[in-house]
């Protein structure tokens, strides 16, 4: 069973930039949907960055559109997430996950039990 490890989370200033990363034991992410998810309290996970390479599609929530992108090693084992220019919107736990769906206005998360702790990004004004 996949098990996501998240890091890379921090407290940074308004103007900021992090670098996410994401990978499990063992696991190649081969040529499946994934995506970042970022979850707030009191609201639900939602997509921030997804891609799904068979297509070369990616989606972007429109927050962070320009200043979010997305990578990966070569050998596709760790993913990443860097975002810059944060802003205090940006804080939440994030999390990377496979995409059940995406279109031009969201992406989903397939259902599994392969989340992992997720990684707190705080962004200070």
């Known amino acids: 069973e996949v098990q996501f490890v998240e890091s890379g989370g921090g407290v940074v200033p308004a103007g900021g930039s992090l670098r996410l990363s994401c990978s499990a034991p063992?696991?190649?992410?081969?040529?499946?949907?994934v995506g970042w998810f970022r979850q707030t309290p009191g609201k639900e996970r939602e997509g921030v960055l997804c891609i799904d390479p068979k297509y070369d599609y990616q989606y972007y929530h429109n927050s962070v559109a320009g200043r979010f992108t997305f990578s990966e090693d070569i050998g596709r084992s760790t993913l990443y997430l860097d975002m810059y220019d944060l802003e205090p919107e940006d804080t939440g736990s994030y999390y990377c996950?496979?995409?059940?769906?995406?279109?031009?206005?969201?992406?989903?998360?397939?259902?599994?039990?392969?989340w992992g702790k997720g990684t707190l990004v705080t962004v200070s004004s």
């Open positions: 996950g496979f995409v059940w769906r995406m279109d031009g206005s969201s992406c989903y998360a397939a259902d599994g039990n392969y």
């Open positions: 063992g696991f190649t992410f081969g040529a499946d949907a």
